[in-house]
């Protein structure tokens, strides 16, 4: 659910949809976008399994724990020690992988990161600077895009403390942290950025007040029920101290088994239809409707 539904909500893939040159680039993108992501996915599921299967078939076990154990730093062996098996299976000690394609592929993965987060951080920055504080909450002071500049270095330099600080308090696997980060962005873009495309009826202040409830229920459900945390203290409360919220013969589930993405979706879905039925007076123009939505249900190419 979370990648699934999460890439429509993402800002970074936004920006693409809109700088297409026409609807047949689109289709095309479609075709291509579809087997990228199979043999992607393809890839990643096979390195999981091999990553996890590997070592018992070959009888390495004993030598992944050890790297397991030296890497983390503790002295003891982790209750995760499966999830080093990639860079096990990379690193000399395992001799499984010549040095050459362990460095190309530790190459590949450091330049995606440094891509991706990127453009994450730009975008980040460049949406809290410009369309939540210039065209926003200040649009009645004419802020100059020299301040609004200033701002977006700053908005960009607080983003990435916090992420240094998540970074030294993680969660016990990277995939927590990037199905939480998938959480927290949909929390905020998803209903907005879909009920945009079919429904006239969505205000300004629908989706920043949606947008703003459902980030803060996504990054408190994290927090307080989230079981895979390293850090003292956290979760706030054990799940096994909770109570079942479903509990039938073929389905059991406490609060932490619940993905925080589908807790802020259930939150920001009637958030957005219920503050822009009750803001009213926030709803655009009818031209201005008009013709955005002339370019939607448009069937020529330009």
Not at 109 to 122: D, F, M
Not at 224 to 241: E, M, R, S, V
Not at 257 to 272: K, Y
Request: aromatic content about 12%; hydrophobic content about 50%.
């Amino acid at each position: 659910l979370v990648t699934t539904f999460g890439t429509w909500g993402s800002p970074q893939m936004s920006t693409r949809f809109f700088a297409a040159k026409s609807r047949k680039s689109i289709r095309y993108g479609m075709l291509i976008a579809a087997v990228w992501v199979f043999v992607v996915s393809f890839c990643a599921w096979f390195a999981g399994y091999v990553g996890r299967g590997q070592p018992i078939i070959g009888g390495a076990t004993a030598s992944l724990k050890s790297f397991a154990t030296t890497i983390a730093g503790t002295g003891t062996l982790p209750k995760n020690w499966y999830e080093y098996a990639m860079p096990w299976m990379l690193s000399t000690e395992s001799g499984m992988i010549p040095v050459w394609i362990s460095a190309l592929f530790l190459a590949g993965t450091t330049a995606g990161s440094l891509t991706t987060g990127e453009k994450l951080i730009l975008v980040a920055g460049g949406s809290i600077a410009r369309d939540f504080y210039q065209q926003g909450v200040a649009i009645k002071k004419n802020v100059s895009d020299e301040k609004t500049l200033k701002i977006t270095r700053l908005s960009i330099v607080a983003i990435i403390a916090i992420a240094v600080l998540l970074a030294l308090n993680p969660p016990s696997t990277i995939l927590d942290l990037t199905m939480f980060s998938w959480a927290s962005l949909n929390a905020f873009t998803l209903i907005p950025f879909i009920a945009g495309l079919y429904w006239k009826g969505g205000t300004r202040r629908a989706a920043l007040l949606s947008g703003l409830i459902a980030l803060a229920v996504a990054v408190l459900w994290f927090v307080c029920f989230n079981p895979k945390w390293t850090t003292p203290g956290l979760p706030l409360f054990k799940p096994a101290d909770l109570p079942y919220i479903i509990n039938t013969p073929w389905l059991k589930a406490r609060p932490g088994d619940i993905h925080e993405f589908i807790v802020s979706q259930l939150v920001a879905i009637p958030a957005f239809f219920i503050i822009s039925w009750i803001d009213k007076k926030g709803k655009p123009e009818k031209e201005f409707l008009n013709k955005m939505f002339a370019h939607i249900t448009q069937d020529t190419d330009e």
